[in-house]
């Protein structure tokens, strides 16, 4: 039995869409993120699901994918990153009556690399009744000089930041439930999620105290998405 606001069920949803050079990174760190729950001193560690939705890949994601037997691996056709997600929850959580209280959604992406207290912090904030945790990103190297200096001056990554980032998400399922889950869209998922949380007035944190390593290339794999914001940042900086 978990106490109020406990957690005895953690799923975690990783969509993926050709990223078989980036996916043994987001799942070497998603492997130690998991080790570390099971150190922290609680009276019951839950248990944790993690699933890769191979989202109409066309390269060796799925070959990747296979290599961590410990992960459930589920492949979509839906072309839409939302419907990716989406899908991820309901394939760990199948019928309605497991969106519970005490089972705790958590969301990154495939190209991102989530820190070692990703989930322990989500769970301790968790066990506080919180129902929403909106954590940071921080792009990797590759970025130019200018969009860099954009980036540090446009982003304070501090408590109670202002950001939604579908890769670095964590809800309550029975809230998630009451909101109606991601939208079946191919950008903005997160951000509509997080509006009809909000609408529900759910307890919500926004930290810094998981930042998490996403992919700072400009080509992505959604319309929009993080590629595209980076892109503009880019277009900006040009003299």
């Known amino acids: 039995m978990t106490g109020p606001g406990g ?3 953690v799923i975690v949803v990783v969509p993926a869409r050709n990223e078989e050079e980036l996916l043994p990174r987001c799942l070497s760190a998603l492997a130690v993120a998991v080790g570390e729950v099971g150190g922290v001193a609680v009276q019951v560690p839950p248990v944790i ?4 939705v191979l989202d109409r890949c066309s390269d060796g994601t799925a070959d990747v994918a296979s290599g961590w037997p410990m992960f459930a691996s589920l492949s979509t056709n839906g072309g839409a990153v939302g419907v990716a997600r989406r899908a991820g929850v309901r394939h760990l959580l ?4 497991q969106f519970t209280s005490a089972t705790w959604i958590a969301s990154t992406d495939a190209d ?9 912090a989500q769970l301790a904030f968790a066990r506080n009744s919180v129902d929403l945790v909106l954590g940071t990103v921080v792009p990797d190297d590759g970025l130019s000089d200018g969009v860099r200096q954009r980036w540090d001056a446009q982003h304070r990554l501090v408590e109670g930041h202002t950001h939604i980032h579908g ?3 964590g809800v309550r399922a029975n809230r998630y439930l009451q909101a109606g889950g991601f939208a079946r869209v191919d950008e903005h ?3 509509r999620l997080v509006s009809a949380l909000r609408d529900l007035r759910v307890s919500e944190i926004r930290t810094e105290l998981i930042p998490v390593l996403t992919s700072g290339r400009l080509a992505g794999r959604t319309p929009a998405g993080f590629a595209g914001y980076l892109r503009e940042q880019e277009a900006e900086a040009l003299p």
Do not use: F, G, Q
């Open 112 to 120: 991102s690399a989530v820190p070692p207290n990703w989930l322990s």
């Open 189 to 191: 998922e997160d951000v």
């Open 7 to 9: 957690v005895d069920r």
């Open 49 to 52: 699901d993690v699933v890769i």
């Open 94 to 97: 199948p019928s309605s009556d």
């Open 167 to 169: 890769a670095n998400l």
